[in-house]
């Protein structure tokens, strides 16, 4: 699985975007890019993955650049609720490899 | 509907002693993983399972054992216990369902090693 690489804390005040970036550089064509969030001490929680195209849900956006070496989050409206650690992960999604490997994340933490 | 359910939240171990955390789930899930968290450190994977009877190991497997006789559960076993292990273990699972991508973790097992 490609490795990827966070900046490791970011800062942005409440009711902005916040937008996070996450480079990848060795992606491969098949795989995917998973974001996870883990607030405090509790078991991270899914956010949104993509494979090339531009993601939306409820939650928050994917970008992915068109080389797919690179990719950000973007969380349209933060909240001191969104204030948590964030991980990119990319991982091959058709069978042979299952694997979740995380990396040390970006400490986000929004400003009142 | 619970989800994935870990047991203890809590244990502290002395050195060498053993002890078993337990993680069970009840959404059917066939991928089951452990991960462990240094304290402000990122995930590391210690086993996974992609099925009764197959087990695999993640990044950091040494010092641990796992085994997976039903879909449900997935028990980790620490033997000789050292304080390097001390850490916060989380326990995951996932539908095999490629349509479906959502890892969904237990709330995790504070264990200290003194």
């Known amino acids: 699985d490609a490795k990827t690489t966070q900046p490791t804390s970011m800062d942005c005040a409440e009711g902005r975007a916040a937008n996070l970036p996450c480079n990848h550089s060795?992606?491969?064509?098949?795989?995917?890019v998973y974001w996870y969030r883990q607030i405090h001490s509790q078991g991270p929680q899914y956010i949104i993955h993509?494979?090339?195209n531009n993601e939306t849900n409820e939650m928050a956006s994917l970008i992915i650049t068109e080389d797919r070496k690179s990719s950000t989050l973007i969380l349209p409206h933060a909240t001191l609720r969104d204030t948590a650690v964030y991980y990119c992960?990319?991982?091959?999604?058709?069978?042979?490899?299952?694997?979740?490997?995380f990396g040390t994340g970006t400490r986000l933490k929004v400003l009142a | 509907n619970a989800g994935v359910t870990q047991t203890p939240k809590f244990r502290i171990l002395k050195i060498g002693q053993s002890m078993t955390l337990q993680c069970t789930q009840d959404?059917?899930?066939?991928?089951m993983y452990w991960y462990r968290q240094d304290p402000g450190m990122g995930l590391k994977l210690i086993y996974y399972?992609?099925?009764?009877?197959?087990?695999d190991k993640g990044e950091v497997p040494n010092g641990y054992n796992v085994s997976r006789s039903t879909t449900e559960d997935f028990p980790l076993r620490l033997e000789l216990a050292a304080p390097s292990q001390t850490s916060v273990y989380f326990c995951?699972?996932?539908?095999?369902?490629?349509?479906?991508?959502?890892?969904?973790f237990g709330s995790g097992t504070q264990l200290s090693v003194l």
């Open positions: 959404m059917n899930h066939n991928y």
């Open positions: 399972s992609v099925g009764a009877g197959i087990t």
């Open positions: 060795t992606i491969s064509g098949n795989e995917y």
């Open positions: 992960i990319v991982r091959h999604a058709t069978s042979g490899t299952y694997k979740y490997i």
């Open positions: 993509g494979l090339k």
């Open positions: 995951a699972s996932k539908d095999s369902s490629l349509a479906n991508e959502k890892l969904f």
